[in-house]
């Protein structure tokens, strides 16, 4: 899977996603800039056919609140802390769900990690 890391994210998550096997993608490299906004950036993942992973809850709720079909993956780090606890939540992410859904909002905290349905077209 391509994962863009955006929102908060620290380096040791890309390392992490690159250790699972996985790409890790740049805002910059899908034309994303720091003033997109959390529109522009679901827009840009879907069409650059990547996943999100982020630690910033508006954009997490983004596709809830404007009614967006996103149709990959978003993983939020609903963290207190910084590099271990953000790598050590990508372990334990991966760990569980070697495969994950498209639709799906995988939600990872200090103890678990929830699973929630987005926003469906109908």
Sequence with gaps: MRFLLIGNVTPAVSAAVVRHEH??????????TEAS?????????????????????????????????????????QLPGGDVEQDD??????????????SRLYTVTEGRVKVRQLPQKV
């Design 23 to 32: 790409v890790a993608v740049t805002p910059e490299s899908i034309g994303l």
């Design 37 to 77: 906004t959390h529109e522009e950036i679901l827009r840009g993942a879907l069409k650059a056919q990547v996943d999100i992973i982020t630690a910033d809850p508006e954009l997490v709720e983004a596709p809830y609140k404007l009614d967006l079909w996103f149709t990959r993956t978003i993983v939020f780090l």
């Design 89 to 102: 939540a990508i372990d334990r992410l991966f760990t569980r769900y070697r495969r994950m859904s498209t």
